[in-house]
């Protein structure tokens, strides 16, 4: 895969023109766009449709009952995706439903990737959550949990992309969010890591906003990223 294969860029914006903008700008240098609840929300399926250029990450980190999930993955799937999320915490029953929903559009299904730990979260805010254990504890009882469940693939820290590659092998999809260049700023990020040593770690892809979308010249920071990676 190249460089560019590797990049998620997530338009996280509730502008229309401005999303369009920067995807009209990112395209030649990265393999999808994510857009996330702060798009969806202010656009919805017509926004969706208006971004052009790369295939949809749609990352609602779906977490409902499992009738509610399932409905929701329904909902979307004349959108054509290709990822969606949905919290692995939502346990097996609501993962099941909501593969057994999206397998209605046959060979067009989106990828559904179960969100394991936020990479919000420290061991802190874990443990303040009621959750006993390391976030990698946690991410493996919960991908394990989730894969068995009907999901695709996970979406990681990078700071546990290499231990979930190594415990679940290479045919789980594995996205990791958290990616910050060296020298960028790190934000509300707890875990993070640079995109190349995401991707040497085992991400399959690795997602990347504000380190792209602000900056001054969005094409060429993603540009740069794609380099880094080929």
């Not at 999303?19 to 030649?28: C, G, V």
């Not at 909902?75 to 993962?95: K, S």
């Not at 730990?117 to 959750?131: I, K, P």
């Amino acid at each position: 895969m190249n460089g560019e294969g590797h990049l998620i860029a997530a338009l996280d914006t509730t502008d229309l023109d401005t999303a369009r903008a920067w995807a009209a700008a990112i395209s030649p240098h990265c393999g999808l766009f994510k857009l996330g609840l702060e798009f969806f929300l202010a656009n919805g399926a017509a926004g969706f449709r208006a971004i052009a250029g790369r295939p949809i990450f749609l990352d609602l980190k779906l977490h409902d009952i499992p009738n509610t999930v399932a409905g929701a993955v329904r909902a979307v799937l004349p959108l054509t995706p290709h990822m969606l999320t949905l919290h692995a915490a939502g346990g097996p029953a609501m993962i099941t439903a909501a593969r057994q929903a999206a397998e209605a559009a046959g060979d067009t299904r989106p990828l559904l990737l179960a969100v394991t730990v936020l990479t919000s979260l420290d061991d802190a805010a874990l443990t303040a959550t009621g959750v006993v254990g390391t976030p990698a504890e946690q991410a493996l009882r919960l991908g394990r949990m989730a894969l068995a469940a009907g999901a695709d693939g996970l979406v990681c820290s990078p700071l546990e992309v290499a231990m979930l590659r190594v415990a679940l092998g290479p045919g789980p999809k594995l996205v990791v969010p958290g990616i910050r260049p060296a020298g960028a700023a790190v934000g509300d990020q707890a875990r993070v890591m640079t995109p190349r040593a995401a991707v040497a770690a085992g991400a399959d892809w690795i997602v990347v906003g504000r380190p792209i979308t602000g900056a001054a010249d969005p094409a060429t920071a993603a540009a740069a990223i794609a380099a880094d990676l080929a």
